[in-house]
């Protein structure tokens, strides 16, 4: 027997910890549960909602069907030689806990992604990325579930069409369930430290021999400065990608804007920062009775009092209006939306 929850609370699952309910709720902690929750699922005609950590997505309502909390637990290491291993990550293993294992054990690769919130199965959905590094960076395979074909497949970091916050599984939502993820990691790669934030805080020692830990431990830092704990301000991370524009529209924004902050993309492209837009359109700190922005970064919408999923996606539309009238820049967001009409 599947151990079904009817009209569930989904507000201690989600980083937002917006208000919602599911017309049921299932915790699977086998490839077993998630096929026999599943089969039911279809039987009864019910859509289904696959949920990790509940750290990038906001319930603008509550869910009709039956959302499947993946909780399959495990580590273990393939393919081992003296410079380098393959990490395996079960899909509910959380993902900072098994940055913070990788690293201690002396393997390089995932470390400037510490303090990310979420679970190992929701990293290739938004291939996820800071400081530097990206997880497709690093990333050999995943294995999921093809719920068009009911067969368990492994893909490649090309079949998994990574981008920029970007991936297959996004594009495809609903279609692939995430079993597992492979990291390939190695013991003597160079440590990105390059990233301006990081070679202020280590200073001198950023020209030393620093163990892939104590550059965790330094990102860990960095972000405990920036991005409140969603624990004790609710809140979805980065709310908003960093927008990506063609040379031409940069060079003319620069030109009404000549402190606009940017990374260059290539030749034809310039990345801009999102926290930079809004906060020169004064959102930084912004706040209202339940919702707001937090003071010391503009891409992290908080949940201060109460706030409902509504409140949350107001709040967003309003930055959004804002940042397009004063940049002609259009903002996207990162969490997905669940629920509502």
């Not at 291993?85 to 079960?90: D, G, H, P, Q, S």
């Not at 431990?217 to 524009?245: C, Q, T, Y």
């Not at 837009?277 to 700190?285: H, S």
């Not at 891409?299 to 004063?326: C, F, P, Q, Y």
Request: proline residues 4%; hydrophobic residues 45%.
């Amino acid at each position: 027997m599947l151990p079904l929850q009817e009209q569930a609370l989904l507000q201690s699952l989600n980083t937002m910890a917006v208000p919602a309910v599911a017309r049921f709720l299932v915790e699977v902690t086998s490839q077993d549960q998630l096929t026999s929750a599943l089969d039911w699922a279809r039987e009864e005609s019910l859509p289904v909602l696959i949920l990790g950590g509940g750290s990038n997505l906001v319930f603008a309502g509550d869910y009709p069907g039956l959302v499947i909390r993946i909780a399959l637990q495990g580590r273990s290491w393939e393919q081992v030689t003296d410079d380098s291993a393959v990490l395996v990550l079960k899909a509910g293993e959380n993902w900072h806990d098994s940055v913070l294992y990788a690293a201690r054990s002396g393997y390089r690769g995932i470390e400037n992604l510490a303090l990310i919130p979420g679970t190992a199965g929701a990293a290739p959905v938004q291939n996820i990325g800071a400081y530097g590094t990206e997880l497709c960076d690093i990333l050999q395979s995943v294995t999921v579930l093809d719920r068009q074909t009911h067969a368990v497949e492994r893909l490649t970091v090309n079949d998994c069409a990574f981008g920029y916050r970007d991936s297959r599984f996004k594009r495809e939502p609903g279609r692939y369930v995430i079993l597992e993820i492979r990291l390939k990691l190695s013991r003597s790669a160079s440590l990105n430290i390059g990233y301006k934030d990081l070679q202020e805080y280590f200073g001198e020692a950023s020209g030393s021999g620093l163990t892939p830990l104590e550059v965790a431990e330094g990102v860990m830092a960095v972000r405990h400065r920036k991005l409140p704990d969603p624990s004790v301000l609710p809140n979805a991370g980065s709310f908003f990608k960093n927008p990506v524009i063609p040379l031409a529209q940069f060079k003319a924004l620069q030109l009404a804007h000549e402190h606009v902050v940017f990374y260059p993309v290539g030749e034809s492209q310039v990345k801009l920062a999102a926290a930079w837009l809004i906060d020169q359109a004064g959102w930084k700190g912004y706040r209202d009775a339940r919702v707001g922005v937090h003071n010391r970064q503009a891409l992290v919408l908080i949940n201060h009092s109460g706030g409902t999923g509504e409140d949350i996606l107001r709040l967003a539309a309003k930055i959004k209006e804002s940042v397009w009238k004063t940049f002609g820049v259009v903002l996207e967001m990162e969490p997905g939306v669940v629920g509502g009409l």
